[in-house]
């Protein structure tokens, strides 16, 4: 999720070149910078400290877990929001424009909650305790759905019905306006989709894929809707709008959801966005990014919110975040309880270390890593000019021979950073990333390589000067001779070594002749323009290059296929890459039940450079008060559960 670092998509019309899966499909959340189910139940906040914490010696970062104090009820948790990055859509059916972390999972997911849970400590598996319905069963083709039975807080029963109502969505507007939509992908690799009984869903798949990819990377879409939002107006009786029952009718329901989410001053207020299943409901909000919660008394799940407000707070840089933190840490009137250490204010990690030495007193340092992918997109689709270039797979390999990714996680990072290796993420460790992929950066920093690769192709490269088309033959199909170098790139500001790794790689590039003209921007401006597949979407693609500085996490889609970010015609395939070969190899891997299709997939689509591969910087390095428990392990998978949060004295 962009998610970003989540964040961050009809086909009909598309570009002729432009591939479907067939009958291959799947999800992720693009992000720009924690899932735990503590086993206390409600009487927990009368246990001690100690048995509260039991199981929860394991962080994502390697942070130890503090223990001691007795649990007290109530208390308000403030939670610092990634700087220059708030909440701005708040149904939970999400465009390529909105589909971000900090819209989902730090703000959707508390209020509604989706079909399946995922996330077990650091590991980004399916968590059936904090899921809506029990696993799903497999029967052939057949597929079963068990609702749990949870309630919306007006009273209705989460029910089969809801599911469906989330699916006939999908089936009417999805191609145009669900942020990870898939071509040929869910729902329409299923048939006969219905609720058998008030609890019950089932479904025929097309073919019979591997359970575990269907259930991780198609069910994990699903978040269930209430009949008060089967409506088409504000004073609609729950049901009227017929999306439930028809899916001709639900174009004009998400239509008008759609007008409710993005006016957001009447969330609060809203009839509709009041009815909630999670354990939290919206109190206060503003457009800022300022909101808080209380609990939601009907929630379903076994752990209900102990604390008695949680609050979200905005900044626009990390500077101003630290801030804060530094006078909250010193007892000062301004609070942050969970908030993040800028990686460039963090004294340099040791390198055998998870950790290294906190600056901010009577806090807890837990870095947390994203199971994910960071990178930046390049648009092959771009009508600025530069699209042929782009195209071109020695250019790419240029501009990834410049991205130096070991300065950037020595230098701006402090330690604080993964290598971006391919299309699979390296953290946590799985079975998912091959033997390859585990050998490190595949283009590690070769200016001299970059030079020769333009050269040979065409080019005169003028160093720190205009580098030119000389042979357009050789160039590319569209490239035009004495054509330059250059190219605008707009990326996410308020995070340090972002901005700083932009201006290394300006600076890279340089040596080589390409010119690279940067913009800062805030984050939700850059998602707008460089996360939807333009053609897919139809916003505009007068764009070359965007960074919205955290890539993308494996979110609604745990299992790392490639359908979602890379197969052609995919509405989070930001620049509308498309190859033939790669398409192939990837509906190899979502049918087979060994990883060998995985691995072959990864290891071509690492070197073809559909994107450019960049660090993967810690999500944040999370500053934990020392009063507050529950917090920790930290989800890879960048959900957090302030359900689970409780104050100690």
């Known amino acids: 999720m962009p998610g970003s670092g989540r964040a961050a998509r009809g086909l009909a019309t598309y570009s002729k070149e432009l591939r479907t899966m067939g009958a291959y499909p799947s999800r992720r959340r693009r992000r720009t910078r924690g899932a735990y189910l503590v086993a206390c139940g409600a009487a927990a906040i009368a246990l001690t400290a100690a048995a509260c914490s039991s199981g929860n010696s394991g962080t994502t970062g390697g942070a130890a877990t503090p223990t001691g104090g007795t649990p007290v009820s109530g208390g308000t948790a403030t939670y ?40 077990n400590g650091a590991s980004p598996t399916l968590n059936t305790s904090l899921s809506l319905a029990d696993a799903p069963s497999y029967n052939g083709n057949n597929v079963t759905i068990t609702m749990k039975g949870w309630k919306w807080s007006n009273g209705e029963t989460v029910s089969a019905q809801d599911v469906v109502f989330w699916i006939h969505m999908l089936q009417a507007v999805g191609d145009t306006d669900w942020g990870a939509f898939v071509p040929g992908g869910f729902p329409t690799n299923v048939t006969n989709v219905k609720a058998a009984n008030a609890t019950t869903v089932t479904m025929t798949m ?12 198609e069910l994990s879409q699903i978040t269930p809707m209430p009949m008060a939002w089967d409506v088409t107006s504000a004073s609609g009786s729950p049901g009227s709008g017929g999306c439930t029952t028809s899916v001709s009718n639900c174009a004009k329901v998400y239509a008008f959801l ?102 901010v007193h009577n806090f807890t340092l837990d870095p947390l890593y994203a199971w994910g992918i960071n990178y930046f997109p390049v648009n092959y689709q771009s009508t600025t000019g530069n699209g042929p270039i782009i195209k071109q797979l020695y250019f790419r390999e240029a501009l990834a021979y410049l991205m130096n990714q070991q300065a950037i996680i020595n230098g701006p990072l402090h330690g604080y950073g993964l290598y971006t290796v391919g299309p699979v993420g390296s953290h946590p460790s799985t079975q998912y990333l091959s033997a390859k992929g585990k050998q490190g950066d595949p283009f590690p920093y070769n200016p001299t390589k970059a030079s020769q690769l333009l ?80 053609v897919v979407a139809k916003t505009s693609c007068a764009w070359d290059m965007g960074n919205w500085g955290g890539g ?54 690492a070197t073809q450079l559909p994107v450019i591969w960049q660090p993967n ?26 359900e689970n949060w409780y104050f100690v004295k």
């Open 455 to 534: 050269s040979s192709n065409g080019w005169h490269v003028v160093a720190n000067g205009s580098t030119t088309c000389q042979t357009p033959s050789k160039c590319g199909p569209g490239v035009k001779q004495g054509q330059p170098l250059t190219f605008t790139l707009p990326y996410a500001t308020g995070t340090d070594w972002i901005a700083q790794e932009m201006t290394q790689l300006q600076s890279n590039a340089s040596t080589v002749g390409i010119k690279i003209n940067l913009e800062p921007k805030p984050f939700n401006q850059v998602t707008s323009v460089a996360a939807p597949n333009c």
């Open 617 to 642: 910087g810690a999500y944040q390095l999370t500053e934990i008060t020392t009063s507050l428990r529950g917090v920790m392990p930290q989800s890879t998978t960048l959900n957090i559960n302030p």
């Open 258 to 359: 759609d007008s409710q989410s993005k006016a957001m001053s009447g969330y609060t207020s809203s009839k509709i966005w009041s009815v909630v299943d999670g354990p939290w409901r919206l109190n206060s909000f503003n457009s800022d990014g300022n909101s808080t919660f209380v609990p939601n008394h009907t929630y379903g799940g076994a752990n209900k919110p102990h604390l008695a407000a949680f609050q979200e707070v905005p900044f626009t840089t990390e500077s101003a975040e630290y801030n804060v933190l530094q006078a909250s840490a010193a007892g000062g009137s301004q609070k942050i309880d969970v908030g993040y250490l800028p990686t460039t204010d963090a004294p340099t990690k040791p390198a055998n270390a998870t950790v290294g030495t906190n600056p």
């Open 80 to 119: 610092a929001l990634p700087p220059s990055t708030t909440p701005n859509y708040i149904f939970p059916f999400t465009s390529s424009a909105y589909f971000s972390v900090v819209n989902a999972e730090d703000f959707q997911y508390l209020m509604y909650r989706p079909l399946y849970w995922f996330g």
């Open 552 to 605: 993308w996490t494996f979110v609604p889609d745990y299992d790392p296929t490639g359908e979602t970010l890379f197969l052609s015609g995919s509405g989070a395939n930001s620049g509308g890459y498309s190859n033939a070969q790669n398409d192939a190899l990837i509906n190899q891997t979502l049918t087979s039940e060994s990883l060998t299709p995985l691995y072959t997939w990864q290891d071509y689509l």
């Open 206 to 217: 097309n073919k019979a894929y591997n359970s575990t990819w269907f259930t991780s990377n």
